[in-house]
């Protein structure tokens, strides 16, 4: 059962987020609410998949977390936010997360986008549009093969 590590600061929040995901049959790390704890938790459990709030307690916020998650273990991040400044979007989508969820967001999309995470197919899927949580998803995923003497069309 793939692993995924909650960080989030509001209790209640990652409670029920855990709660959702363990149904869903997800095994459930943490919550972290510190930028620090997660990176530890991250190393220490190794998860699959890092759901991650940008507004963390402590003096790192999600996103110094998630681009040292990512870069020590190659772990995904999904950000799960209520942040709707630009300039914070931006800085995030900067590192490349797999997506952006808007809070609040239903459990279905969430399972969504845990499963295209998951996928081993996923370059090959296409994914575009604006996800039903109001945030923007991946614009679009395509390959392309090239076998030597062709080119691209």
């Known amino acids: 059962m793939p692993a995924i590590l909650i960080v989030e600061n509001e209790v ?90 808007d809070k609040p967001c239903s459990a279905s999309h969430i399972q969504q986008t845990l499963a295209q995470a998951l996928s081993p197919d996923i370059g090959s899927q296409i994914l575009s549009g604006v996800d039903d949580c109001g945030g923007a998803s991946l614009s679009a995923i395509q390959s392309v093969v090239v076998r030597p003497g062709s080119s691209p069309t």
């Open 12 to 101: 209640i929040l990652a409670l029920d987020l855990a709660d959702t995901l363990a149904a869903l049959g997800y095994e459930v790390v943490g919550p972290a609410v510190t930028a620090d704890d997660a990176c530890r938790m991250a190393r220490d459990s190794h998860p699959d998949i890092v759901l991650m709030d940008v507004r963390l307690d402590g003096r790192r916020d999600g996103i110094a977390a998630a681009e040292e998650i990512m870069a020590e273990q190659g772990t995904k991040v999904i950000f799960l936010s209520s942040e709707d400044d630009q300039g914070t979007r931006e800085r995030a989508a900067a590192i490349g997360p797999f997506a952006w969820l």
